[in-house]
C-alpha cells in the first residue's frame, strides 16, 4: 500500500499563494472555500524574529478521526493508499467529520456534502503531481510515497530537520515541514 505525503520546505516557501490559487482551478473549489491555505507564523522577540510561511493542507492522516467521526461512510480512506476521501452521494452534510478534524481541513460544499484536499488523486492515478505541488515557483511541495525509503520525500525527511503539525492530536500526520 502507498503512503502518500508531502514535504514542504519552510525555507523555500514565500507565500505566494500559487498553491492555493492552482488547487481552486484544478479542483473547481466555489469562492469563498479552500483545500489550501497559507500560514505565516512569526516567533521570537523583537529585533530577532523569524517568520516560518506553511502551505496548509489535509494531512491525510494514517489515524484519521474524520473517518471514524463519519456515520454513513461517506469518508473513507482509499484502497491501496491512504488518500482520505468523501463520497458526496453518502454525505448527508452532518459535519461530524468537520468537527474532529484539528487542523481545519473540511469545508461543506454548497450543495451540501463535505469536501478537502483529495491529494489531486485524480492527477496521481493519470501519473501526474498534485496542482499544487505542479506549480510551486520554488519547488517548494513534493509529493511521494513516504513509504518507499527511495523516494524523494523520504530522502528529503532523512537529510533534514522536521516536524508534523499537531503530532499530539495522535492523528499520524502525512505532511512534513523541512525547517
Ligand atoms: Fe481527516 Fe483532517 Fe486528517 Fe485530513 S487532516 S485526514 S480531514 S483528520
Ligand atoms: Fe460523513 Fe458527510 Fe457527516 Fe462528514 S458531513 S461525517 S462525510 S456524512
Ligand atoms: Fe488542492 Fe490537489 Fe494540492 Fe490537495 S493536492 S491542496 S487538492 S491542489
Redesign the pocket.
Known amino acids: 500500500m502507498k503512503r502518500y505525503g508531502m514535504v514542504i520546505d519552510t525555507k523555500l516557501c514565500v507565500g505566494c499563494s500559487a498553491c492555493v490559487v492552482a488547487c481552486k482551478t484544478e479542483n473547481s473549489v466555489p469562492e469563498g472555500l479552500h483545500r489550501d491555505w497559507i500560514v505565516e507564523e512569526v516567533s521570537g522577540k523583537y529585533p530577532t524574529l523569524s517568520m516560518e510561511i506553511r502551505s496548509e493542507?489535509?494531512?491525510?492522516?494514517s489515524n484519521?478521526?474524520?473517518?471514524s467521526a463519519c456515520p454513513t461512510g461517506a469518508?473513507h480512506r482509499k484502497k491501496a493508499s491512504n488518500i482520505?476521501k468523501v463520497s458526496p452521494g453518502k454525505c448527508t452534510g452532518c459535519k461530524a467529520?468537520v468537527a474532529?478534524?484539528?487542523?481545519?481541513?473540511?469545508f461543506i460544499m454548497p450543495e451540501g456534502y463535505a469536501s478537502?484536499?483529495t491529494f489531486c488523486d485524480h492527477r496521481i492515478s493519470a501519473g501526474d503531481k498534485p496542482a499544487c505541488s505542479t506549480v510551486c515557483p520554488t519547488d517548494a511541495i513534493q509529493f511521494g510515497d513516504l513509504g518507499n525509503p527511495l523516494s524523494r520525500v523520504s530522502r528529503l525527511l532523512r537529510a533534514r530537520q522536521h516536524k508534523a503539525l499537531l503530532p499530539a492530536a495522535g492523528?499520524e500526520?502525512n505532511i512534513f515541514y523541512l525547517l
Request: charged share 15%; proline share 17%; with cysteine.
Open positions: 493542507r489535509c494531512n491525510h492522516c484519521p478521526p474524520c473517518v469518508s482520505i467529520c474532529s478534524c484539528p487542523y481545519n481541513a473540511r478537502k484536499c492523528t500526520p
